[in-house]
T-cell receptor, first 114, second 113 residues
């Protein structure tokens, strides 16, 4: 059964710092991996999607990498800003129990202090 | 392009009642998935509909059901509500079906008293 883990559960950094969020998964048989952010009480905003054949994706100040063989992904945020404060979730598309589905980690709550 | 919309945004029900939640996907998207988010379990997949057919299903009891209409709008129904059904219910749409980029709605916050 696929399990997704995100460490740390919470992270607090000063504004301007570069930071890395980690995501690990137990089964390398994934279709793709997607990073989201969630603001309190809101839905999820898609940040980056990495196909299983890709190694990384970039969007603005965000860069996500994927190492399927080791079951790891990282989300790099450059020059963090207070507006980046949110919970960041990673999720992997897998085939499990006869169905295909997105399996989520519990998230990393990021606070960027001005 | 309008995003995924969900109605209602907030709902309060009592144990034993049933509830229906609605989701309108992004125009042109044919896949709609439903998720339950709770503080303890995090985000869990309920089911996915594509072209009016349930294509994938998570590990939830039969009290949770759904359907999709010809215009791709989807509804989720929970019967005989339990206290543990209190959660944020999110739907997501995708243009090409399974394991492609998911776009989420704002969610429906369900409270069961």
């Amino acid at each position: 059964k696929q399990e997704v883990t995100q460490i740390p559960a919470a992270l607090s950094v000063p504004e301007g710092e570069n930071l890395v969020l980690n995501c690990s998964f137990t089964d390398s048989a994934i279709y793709n991996l997607q990073w989201f952010r969630q603001d309190p009480g809101k839905g999820l905003t898609s940040l980056l999607l990495i196909q299983s054949s890709q190694r990384e994706q970039t969007s603005g100040r965000l860069n996500a990498s994927l190492d399927k063989s080791s079951g790891r992904s990282t989300l790099y945020i450059a020059a963090s800003q207070p507006g980046d404060s949110a919970t960041y979730l990673c999720a992997v598309w897998v085939r499990q129990g006869g169905s295909e589905k997105l399996v989520f980690g519990k998230g990393t709550k990021l606070t960027v202090n001005p | 392009k309008a995003g995924v919309t969900q109605t209602p945004r907030y709902l309060i029900k009592t144990r034993g009642q049933q509830v229906t939640l609605s989701c309108s996907p992004i125009s042109g998207h044919r896949s709609v998935s439903w998720y339950q988010q709770t503080p303890g379990q995090g985000l869990q997949f309920l089911f996915e509909y594509f072209s009016e057919t349930q294509r994938n299903k998570g590990n939830f009891p039969g009290r949770f059901s759904g359907r999709q209409f010809s215009n791709s709008r989807s509804e989720m129904n929970v019967s005989t509500l339990e206290l543990g059904d209190s959660a944020l219910y999110l739907c997501a749409s995708s243009g090409r079906g399974s394991h492609n980029e998911q776009f989420f709605g704002p969610g429906t916050r369900l409270t069961v008293l």
